[in-house]
């Protein structure tokens, strides 16, 4: 018997990290004019972009169907424990969907233990939780240390991040059309965070690439303690180059433990538009 963790592929960790630590994915469903996509099967994240470049109009991503997470349970062995990190019930039915799975799973395997977990984060947030859990399972942790372990840091993690572009923000709706254009034409970029409850809410709008840069790393500081001992977590939205000057400036100031640097999937990378740069870490 082991343990087995799952996730969705809103997780923004290294494909690498992933096949490591045997993590499975179940994928969203992301949506253009011309076609339906299973992110991380039939579209990858440059093709994304790629793709989100000459849209007219912005992709949609929906939430894996129950039958998604069934078809990866049916995968594991019969004595297998699961434990399921999902992005934010905030901002996706995932996690909805998820638990809806787990029902109808036991139905016909009822001595199964499935645990599953709203992270209230996600892209590198999300793939924090992941990777501790999948470490913790290496480790020779108990099923129950791993939940109550996770369920623990998802309230002391923090994902922030910061917009270069206010293009898909507006697109989206989330911002007025007129009020866009008025703080694009100021170069104001918009500082955002995942709040308590696993939405996304902003906390500071700043003028000017240099400044906005240099108030999230000020950030960083003042909401985390003892990063020298922490990981740390990048995802960015097709500006590697932006991330790794990012990164070093993060590593000479702070001294952190380990930098986990990744490309911003399709679900975060839809909102936040090309150019955005996201940091989680745990605050404590």
Known sequence: MSIKIITDSSVDLPEELLQQHNISVVPLNI?????????????????????????????????????????????????????????????????????????????????????????????????????????????????????????????DLMTMFVLDTLENVIKGGRLDKVKGKIASALNIKLLLRASEEGTIEMIDKVRGNKRAIREFIDRIGKYGHNLETKVLAIAHSNCEDKARALMEQIQERYKVKRVILSSMGPLIGTYAGEGALLVAFQKN
């Open 31 to 155: 949506h253009f004019q011309d076609k339906n996509y299973k992110a991380g099967v039939d579209i990858d994240t440059p093709t994304f972009y790629e793709k989100m470049k000459t849209a007219k109009e912005l992709p949609k991503s929906s939430a894996p169907a129950p039958q998604d997470f069934i078809e990866k349970f049916n995968e594991t062995d019969e004595q297998d424990e699961l434990v399921v990190l999902s992005l934010s019930k905030g901002i996706s039915s995932t996690f909805e969907n998820a638990v809806l799975a787990k029902t109808m799973f036991l139905e016909d395997h009822p001595d199964r233990s499935i645990e599953i977990i709203n992270t209230k984060s996600a892209s590198a947030g999300l793939g924090l939780l992941v990777l501790k859990a999948a470490e913790m399972v290496e480790a020779g942790n108990s099923f129950q240390e791993i939940v109550s372990s996770i369920q623990d840091d998802v309230d």
